[in-house]
């Protein structure tokens, strides 16, 4: 391991462990709630029409290598500038995608595995600008903002992988995606989500992550990071975009293969339409991957991004963006694809009341969807700025979420009838060890959220969330 790797706190990290075990623990023995809004008819149907549409309509396949491979070994058939694959090629190309995606932390400890019942978490990337806590200010994002944002991520414990939110401005295009990398990396132990521009950066990138590991063999054995990439709407495969993909595959290290898609202009209005012409698209990038080299781990999902046609403004906000996200997860899960969906992301220019009432719907939504994977958190200005603020509200949603996703128990045990037996006649339930045992887990406790009594809180200064937030901020990143 590189020797610049942050100072940690094994207390802290017990912590954060106990923290993780407890909602492990918690999913396993209870009955949770569940939000389902693709049934196995639903999922068969998109299924139908995402065949459909790559055998009758086709992909542009730019990558020149892969397109004469497709015709010439695959029955693939050349139709103009489109190549149109078989149902039995589709089929057989999902058939060898692994059923999970595991990420690991520096020390090797497995940090995320989407088979998992318990949500994973992960900010967005590469925003145009910052918000910054500090000044209020709007502003371009810097390197220092994003070694700030690595070690947020490191402290935060609902927080399971490091992201960028934003770009630094000021590092050259040609240097960026590595020198992003490199901030990540030195700042946080848990795994990265990375974002690449072509091969050739790709493989900078990668090399200073196989520097970090010990080697470009040990990439594979306990991945460290995931790259997003996708096709171009409507149903283009770049060349950089296949490059990417074979690169991935030989590697074995995990990649996101999904588009962003734009209803009404660069695919359907409909959601449904979004869904299935979105998923055509990284089927596609995924029937590519999986002829490199079956059985490397993909994952995929939905950036059906709705616009708001009277401004033509994203609306990451919006319960669109959640509908579409999430029915393209339940589809995916129903053909064997892992799959992430974005939330705790918002519209709102600042972080404000809206920013707030959004984000803590979609994760709500998200967490009672049994999403796996969740990402975007952190998200201001429908994904073009970056909060830490946002991110760090993020975090205590997620406790909450979570708990109310897992549901209740119940059972003998937590019936309790025997407990009622022996504490109700002298009202003893708070000294009874029943409780003693399970005061820490039974319930959700916040970090952020003001439950004190009114004349005690205003005692203490009477802070509003916001305030709160950007104290906690300065107090671990100074």
């Known amino acids: 391991m590189a020797n610049s ?3 940690r706190s094994t207390s802290r990290r017990k912590k954060v462990q106990r923290q993780i075990e407890s909602r492990q623990q918690s999913t396993k023995l209870t009955q949770g709630l569940s939000l389902e809004l693709v049934d196995s008819t639903a999922a068969e149907q998109i299924h139908d029409a995402v065949k459909k549409i790559l055998w009758t309509v086709g992909v542009i396949v730019e990558h020149t290598a892969t397109r004469r491979e497709l015709i010439k070994n695959h029955q693939c058939v050349e139709d103009g ?13 999902l058939a060898t995608v692994p059923g999970k995606i595991l990420l690991y932390d520096a020390a090797g400890d497995l940090q995320v595995d989407t088979s998992s019942k318990v949500s994973s978490y992960c900010p967005g990337h590469n925003c145009v600008r910052i918000l910054d806590f500090r000044t209020g200010e709007l502003r371009p994002c810097r390197l220092e903002d994003i070694r700030e944002t690595a070690r ?25 995606v590595v ?5 990540m990396y030195e700042n946080c132990t848990k795994p990265a989500a990375l974002l690449a521009h072509d091969d050739e950066i790709q493989k ?36 950089e975009l296949c490059a990417r993909l074979i690169n991935c595959a030989r590697w074995r290290v995990p990649v996101v293969c999904y588009p962003a898609t734009f209803p ?21 990038g995924i029937v590519i991957h999986q002829l490199t080299e079956p059985g490397a781990p993909v994952l995929s999902g939905s950036a059906v991004l709705p616009m708001d046609l009277r401004q033509a403004n994203l609306a990451y906000g919006s319960p669109e963006y959640m509908l579409s996200g999430l029915g393209a997860g339940e589809y995916f899960r129903h053909i064997g ?30 967490a009672m969807a049994k999403t796996s994977f969740v990402h975007n958190l952190g998200f201001l200005s429908g994904g073009r700025t970056g909060s830490l603020e946002m991110l760090m509200l993020c975090d205590e949603m997620v406790g909450w979420t979570s708990k109310m996703a897992n549901g209740l128990t119940v059972d003998a045990e937590s019936l309790a009838v025997e407990v009622i037996e022996r504490a109700a006649p002298g009202n003893e339930f708070l000294t009874d060890l029943h409780t003693q045992d399970r005061y820490l ?22 802070a509003d969330m916001q305030e709160r937030i950007r104290q906690r901020l300065r107090d671990l990143l100074g």
């Not at 694809?337 to 803590?360: I, L």
């Not at 887990?441 to 200064?461: H, I, K, M, V």
Request: aromatic share 6%; with cysteine; hydrophobic share 40%.
């Open 204 to 239: 900078r990138m990668m090399t200073v992550i196989a520097d970090r590991v010990g080697g470009w063999n040990r990439l594979a054995d306990k991945p460290v990071s995931i790259e997003l990439m996708g096709p171009i709407s409507p149903l283009r495969l770049p060349d």
């Open 152 to 176: 947020l991520c490191e402290q935060l414990p609902n927080i399971d992988m490091v992201c960028s939110l934003g770009y630094p401005s000021e590092v050259p295009p040609e240097d960026e």
């Open 5 to 7: 790797e942050p100072n």
């Open 264 to 284: 009404g202009m660069s695919c359907p209005i409909s959601i449904a339409g979004a869904i299935a012409q979105s998923s055509a698209e990284a089927i596609a």
């Open 337 to 366: 694809v892992p799959s992430w969906v974005g939330a705790g992301c918002t519209d709102s220019h600042q972080f404000d009341a809206q920013a707030a009432a959004e984000a803590g719907a979609n994760l709500a939504v998200a």
């Open 81 to 93: 500038e489109y190549i149109r694959l078989t149902p039995d090629l589709v089929e057989r190309a």
């Open 441 to 462: 887990t039974e319930n959700w406790y916040p970090n952020l959220c003001e439950r004190s009594d009114a004349e005690a809180w205003l005692e203490t200064g009477g």
């Open 179 to 183: 020198e992003t990398t490199r901030a």
